[in-house]
């Protein structure tokens, strides 16, 4: 009987103000079967754990291409915590000998800037801007707002929705993120959930329900975004936008706001750090790991 080919596979565990991911140097395609390896590899039980796989690969016009992949196999567009981190990834590994990063995601040619501990995103301007939607459900109809921002999200503020009971602290982020990932507004491909408080005239505190995680998750960059972009064009708070995520830590968002609902030279600063280092022993066949060290 021909024995099972194993694939060593090598990765970095990597966070972005607390939303984590398995971070990989795929230029030689070691990984085929990116959706069914994300399953596997970002399994908090039985695999690495993590928010999304990031792989980076070989691009034509750029330093390399980022491919994402959520927890539970599906392709996840644009990750701003994601680039953040790749970005350091590809010069802690010397892929890149600049601090200057460009890296295509998607359709877009992205900018990242290391600066000491954290890393500067520009993003891609958002689009699809859709203010003040009424969304029914279990009786309520909650105010929301919609923006993509490399992803689609939609955006609450608790002081618009006074009969969603409770502080943002207690909310139950899962059932109500949930139940609004799926409306029938946002169909057929769902929607990110941010529910926010403005804290200052400068600072806004964010918890975000994460389509393809299907969970919530400690930080998002996108929803970050596009929490700022909202509060700015909602309730008047200036950039810098400092937003504190779940996790603990801040990230900060900046752009340049045209009027008429024209946002540009948006950008994300935050940390983008190491968690460990590992390899893992898999079974292509199967979609299995052997074992990880």
Do not use: W
């Not at 399994?43 to 928010?51: C, E, K, L, N, T």
């Not at 915590?81 to 995601?105: P, Q, T």
């Not at 949930?178 to 529910?195: A, C, L």
Request: aromatic share 8%.
């Amino acid at each position: 009987m021909e024995k099972e080919k194993i694939e060593q596979i090598d990765f970095l565990k990597m966070s972005g103000a607390g939303n984590d991911f398995v971070v990989i140097d795929n230029r030689r395609g070691t990984v085929t079967e990116p959706a069914r390896f994300a399953r596997v590899v970002c399994d908090r039980r039985s695999g690495v754990g993590a928010d999304g796989l990031l792989l980076l690969e070989n691009s034509k016009r750029s330093d390399f291409q980022m491919k994402y992949y959520n927890a539970d196999g599906s392709y996840g567009g644009m990750c701003g915590n994601g680039g953040r981190c790749i970005s350091r990834f590809a010069y802690l590994k010397k892929i890149v000998a600049s601090e200057e990063i460009k890296f295509e995601a998607l359709d877009h040619v992205y900018r990242a800037q290391l600066i000491k501990d954290k890393v500067k995103l520009t993003m891609k301007n958002p689009s699809d801007i859709r203010l003040n939607q009424m969304l029914p459900m279990d009786g309520l109809n909650v105010i929301s707002h919609y923006i993509d921002t490399g992803s689609p999200h939609c955006v609450i503020f608790l002081d618009e929705n006074k009969d969603i009971r409770g502080t943002l602290r207690d909310l139950d982020v899962y059932g109500i993120g949930k139940t609004i990932r799926y409306h029938k507004s946002f169909s057929p491909n769902g929607t990110n959930v941010n529910f926010v408080e403005r804290v200052d005239s400068n600072t806004i505190h964010i918890r975000t329900y994460e389509r393809g995680v299907e969970a919530e998750t400690l930080a998002c960059g996108t929803g970050s975004i596009a929490s700022a972009i909202m509060a700015n064009q909602i309730g008047g708070v200036g950039a810098p936008v400092v937003v504190q995520t779940q996790g603990g830590e801040s990230l900060q968002v900046d752009f340049q706001n045209r009027g008429m609902s024209v946002y540009e030279e948006v950008s994300l600063l935050g940390s983008a750090h190491v968690t460990f280092a590992g390899a893992i022993r898999y079974n292509p066949s199967t979609h299995t790991i052997v074992d990880q060290a």
